[in-house]
């Protein structure tokens, strides 16, 4: 019998990488139509992760932006970051496999979009007239979109020019 698997200080190394990688979060209005899907059952929800997973970009990608900070996290019953299946963590003073980003749209990124999806790229590429300190870059100012690692959909989320809206992807990897 011949086995192979991806061992866990690899997935620790390949958390240290992304750590200090060029990492941006897109954000885009995926499209209208999912808005009146009803609830799928856990058959089809399993289907569409499986075909979520073979995924490139996002399907309307409105901008970019910046992660604005990064830490390594842990399962922790007691923890304080509540993810969307109800687990809990917390940050881990010491490397692990999962790693949380943590992005924002401010109050005036993206407005008149409503946001439905969001996706975690590696290697985006912006153009050398956006400012160094400017953390939402709008789509015509990528020059290339890297490579996405992880999509996240949702629904709509009306970016009116009222709200900001933090984004916080984790990564287990």
């Not at 009803?38 to 399993?46: D, G, L, M």
């Not at 979520?52 to 990608?61: F, G, I, Y």
């Not at 604005?68 to 304080?80: C, E, I, L, Q, W």
């Amino acid at each position: 019998m011949a086995l192979s698997v991806f061992v866990a200080g690899s997935r620790i190394a390949f958390a240290r990488y992304l750590m200090q990688a060029p990492l941006f979060v897109a954000v885009g209005s995926g499209d209208a139509a999912w808005d009146s899907l009803p609830e799928p059952t856990p058959e089809e929800e399993a289907q569409q992760l499986a075909a979520l997973s073979q995924e490139s970009a996002l399907t309307n990608c409105i901008g970019v932006t910046r992660v604005r900070a990064r830490s390594y996290m842990k399962a922790d019953p007691n923890g304080d970051i509540i993810l969307s299946d109800g687990s809990a963590w917390s940050v881990s003073s010491t490397e692990t496999n999962t790693i949380r980003l943590e992005a924002k749209l401010d109050i005036g990124d993206a407005t008149g979009d409503s946001v439905r999806e969001t996706g975690v790229y590696l290697d985006t590429k912006i153009s050398e007239s956006v400012a160094a300190g400017q953390m939402f870059i709008p789509l015509a100012d990528v020059t290339n979109l890297g490579t996405l690692l992880q999509l996240h959909r949702f629904p709509p989320i009306v970016r009116d020019g009222t709200i900001s809206q933090a984004i916080n992807p984790y990564l287990e990897l």
